[in-house]
């Protein structure tokens, strides 16, 4: 997996320059990581990645059609130490939360809690688009239920007329 350790040291070894992720990163990494049974029609799936870094998120949710809550997420993010503790931080902050406040989570949220540079906002975006492709996956399985269930066109048969 990756490591998290300083990725830059000065060219002399008595002043070390490093850079390094800070405590809220490394709080946040590698939580939640897995998939979930994506043949579910509880679950949602959103896939986004970003082809100029090569950062790729696939993030689950499962939601309880009762209460419309998510009750577990899951996520397999291929990229840097920000792309997975965004990615992981999100799992955590929807938990529990329904869609309509889920799909309002912004990448700023994201970016301020793990006090991301400039250079890395691009994970918190694809985080957000993650959310937002994952809810839109579920949403659509929802309305193909329903309309698989209400759809009966074509379903109809004559009776037979009595004697």
């Known amino acids: 997996m990756f490591s998290l350790r300083p990725i830059a040291r000065a060219a002399s070894s008595r002043t070390p320059l490093t850079r390094a992720f800070g405590p809220q990163t490394r709080s946040y ?93 691009h994970c918190s975006l694809l985080a957000e688009d993650a959310i937002k492709a994952a809810i839109s996956n579920y949403q659509s399985k929802r309305a193909s239920i329903g309309a698989a269930a209400t759809n009966l066109a074509g379903t109809a048969k004559a009776f037979a007329k009595e004697a």
């Open 29 to 121: 990494h590698e939580k939640d990581i897995g998939s979930l049974d994506r043949k579910s029609n509880s679950v949602g799936s959103g896939l986004v990645g970003a082809p100029a870094c090569g950062d790729v998120i696939r993030l689950d949710i499962q939601v309880d059609e009762a209460t419309g809550k998510i009750v577990d997420t899951k996520f397999k993010t291929f990229g840097c130490g920000s792309a997975i503790a965004s990615s992981s931080y999100l799992t955590t902050l929807i938990k529990g939360k329904t869609l309509e406040d889920a799909a309002k989570i912004k990448n700023t949220d994201i970016a301020h809690e793990l006090c991301l540079p400039p250079v890395k906002l």
